[in-house]
């Protein structure tokens, strides 16, 4: 028995690995979920067969209602709220590691002291402190993204200060738990501690980094998974925790270097803030507004075009028209893609997963390092609810708060048509010198309904 749950746990680590290389590439994305949550699934049958908790009857009861919760809400949940369900799986990762290392800790203070030895308690209070600040950070990310708390950065004065007091007071309290484990006063504050560090950390983040803080939240629940292997000795969880957390701070980082931007910056920088002060707007923009039969005739003549997306697609659930006027585009032998920025959306992949939804081809959708350099020679550029991606602000304006990001180079297109409801500003809070150049024309109105009137106006050129 012992060697066949071994077995089944290597089977499980290779079957997480092999789940996180096909997710590198969007096309082999489906096939890596598949791999991982065979693996996952490999790895709870067996663990519970260890420890001879369940019976299989019971074990196979709680898989299919697990199943039942996971299929219903995957179904139900709109394109536009996978961030949020991103955001409270993270946190409900956070919280089973918090509450394993919390029951841990009592039950073998109440029948076996002994067994609280220096690396039981410190991985017991490492995940106390990781689980509790990926918990109540991912609840505070889903309430800012979710709307129930503002997307605007919450601050006040001595905030940082604050943070750097409960982290010492976590280290002393900590010190004390070693000194007696049996004292159950201390770990209390440990716990209240770790969850007051994940609301205080978070509040200060704004809407545009919530790209960056989802992958880190997915990180810290990794690590925190980890940390619970070593609780629990259970191998399986630490690779699949270790895997978990070292590709979240890999994207983390990834997602800073597409905003030209260091992750302390991230989390202490407030940035997403309406800017404000002479200079930083930069002077009024006068725009050129296009009507639907205008765009119409525009994407007729093009011999290629570029769709940037963002949230503002997403919001209006654009994707499927989309997709419709792409098929109309080619078979005019218009060459049609997409270019994607790795923080358009509210989380890492958002278009791609909302594009791939409305079955768009993999091939079609090109990262900004594959894409950039096409922009120039591209007759039409069709941004649909994307801003600050785009904005030439960021190459041109030394004093805005996005001036070094990379960006998507669709204002060097020969024409720019921009799909809005209004002239509303971008997560960074900050005018787009985009729309005021000579090349751009403004589309407003629900970018599903205006570009469904550009498709019927094309179909009625055929």
């Known amino acids: 028995m012992t060697t066949g749950i071994q077995l089944a746990y290597l089977l499980a680590s290779v079957l997480f690995i092999l789940g996180i290389k096909f997710l590198g590439k969007t096309k082999d994305a489906r096939k890596g979920n598949v791999l991982s949550a065979v693996g996952m699934l490999i790895a709870i049958v067996a663990t519970l067969v260890t420890l001879e908790v369940l019976t299989f009857l019971e074990i196979f009861a709680c898989i299919l209602l697990g199943t039942i919760v996971g299929l219903y809400y995957a179904y139900k949940v709109e394109m536009t709220k996978i961030p949020e369900m991103v955001a409270l799986f993270n946190g409900f990762g ?58 605007q950065p919450i601050t006040f004065k001595g905030q940082h200060f604050l943070n750097l ?18 004292q159950l006063t201390f770990l209390m504050v440990v716990v209240v501690i770790s969850l007051l560090l994940g609301i205080l ?30 609780i629990l000795n259970n191998n399986v969880l630490i690779v699949a925790g270790s895997l978990v957390g070292a590709s979240g701070i890999i994207l983390t980082q990834i997602m800073c270097k597409a905003m030209n931007r260091s992750l302390t910056n991230v989390l202490l920088g407030g ?10 707007d930069g002077p009024a923009v006068v725009i050129k507004e296009i009507g639907v039969e205008e765009t119409a005739m525009l994407v007729d003549a093009a011999s290629s075009i570029i ?3 963002g949230y503002g697609m997403a919001v209006a659930q654009a994707q499927h ?15 049609f893609r997409f270019a ?15 594009l791939a939804e409305a079955n768009i081809s993999y091939d079609k959708l090109l990262e900004m390092d594959e894409i950039n350099e096409e922009f120039a020679t591209t007759d039409l550029v069709f941004v649909v609810g994307a801003n600050d991606v785009v904005n030439p602000a960021a190459r041109t304006n030394p004093q805005s708060p996005i001036f070094g990001m990379p960006i998507l ?38 970018a599903k309904q205006t570009i469904t009137k550009v498709v019927g106006e094309l179909k009625e050129m055929s």
């Open 165 to 182: 007091l409960l982290l010492i007071a976590f280290i002393a309290a900590s010190v004390a738990v070693f000194i007696d484990p049996s």
């Open 271 to 280: 940035f997403g803030q309406t800017a404000s002060g002479p200079g930083v």
């Open 409 to 446: 180079n669709a204002d060097k297109a020969k024409t720019v048509i921009v799909s809005k409801r209004s002239m509303g500003k971008g997560y960074a809070g900050i005018e787009n010198e985009l729309f005021g150049y000579p090349n751009c024309l403004m589309l407003f109105g629900d």
């Open 307 to 309: 769709v940037v997306p």
């Open 94 to 151: 956070g919280l089973a590691s918090f509450a394993v290392a919390l029951s841990d800790y009592y039950l073998k203070s109440e029948t076996n002291p002994t067994a609280l030895d220096a690396i039981n308690l410190s991985s017991i209070l490492v995940s106390l402190l990781i689980g509790g600040v990926t918990f109540t950070g991912s609840m505070v990310a889903y309430l800012k993204l979710d709307g129930k708390v503002s997307g």
């Open 321 to 335: 028209v989309i997709r419709e006027l792409m098929e109309l585009c080619e078979k005019r032998n218009i060459n």
């Open 340 to 354: 994607i920025h790795p923080v358009a959306g509210r989380m890492p992949g958002h278009m791609n997963v909302l």
């Open 201 to 230: 950390t978070v509040i200060p983040i704004g809407g545009a980094d919530m790209p960056v803080v989802i992958s880190l939240l997915n990180s810290y629940s990794g690590m925190a998974a980890c940390a619970t292997g070593f």
